[in-house]
């Protein structure tokens, strides 16, 4: 039996003439986008995260993933450092295992996220994706993570 999810992206403003809640637009924007995803297998995580990178998804440890566009998953990442005792930015990588904080390296940096800011992407499995923070001290529960895996991929 298949499994959905339903996930939705809002993204409202005012237009930039509106006074103290001005947009970024001449005109208000509205925009709603919703899908519905068929899914197997929920993998969720709630990580620490400190300027020690770390496998967030081990490609290599998804069983039968071979062909991209057809196996994959939609990952959602959110940075729950927001209103904690030490925040951090939390960066997001693909590639070899190696520090996305510095510039030069083997791992490439897909993404920042500042505390409170999240994201929703499809993963083809090409490549581990990586998490690293911006903080030296780890911070505990800093990252949530849960991944949905795409209908037709399978996984051992």
């Known amino acids: ?28 924007l509205a925009i709603s986008v919703t899908d519905k995803l068929d899914v197997t297998e929920v993998v969720a995580k709630v990580l620490d995260v400190s300027d020690s990178n770390t496998i967030l998804f081990d490609a290599s440890q998804i069983a039968g993933a071979t062909a991209a566009g057809t196996d994959g998953a939609f990952i959602y990442i959110r940075n729950l450092t ?26 490439t940096r897909l993404m920042t996220l500042k505390p409170g800011e999240f994201s929703f992407f499809a993963w083809d499995f090409e490549a581990d994706l990586i ?26």
């Open 82 to 107: 927001e209103g904690m005792t030490a925040t951090a930015d939390v960066y997001i990588g693909y590639g070899t295992s190696a520090d996305l904080a510095d510039t030069g390296t083997p791992a």
């Open 1 to 28: 039996m298949a499994k959905y999810i339903n996930p939705t992206l809002t993204i409202t403003s005012n237009k930039y003439s509106t006074g103290a809640n001005s947009g970024p637009t001449s005109s208000p």
């Open 131 to 156: 998490i690293d923070g911006s903080n030296a001290t780890a911070i505990d529960g800093a990252v949530e993570a849960i991944m949905f895996m795409r209908t037709g991929t399978t996984n051992a």
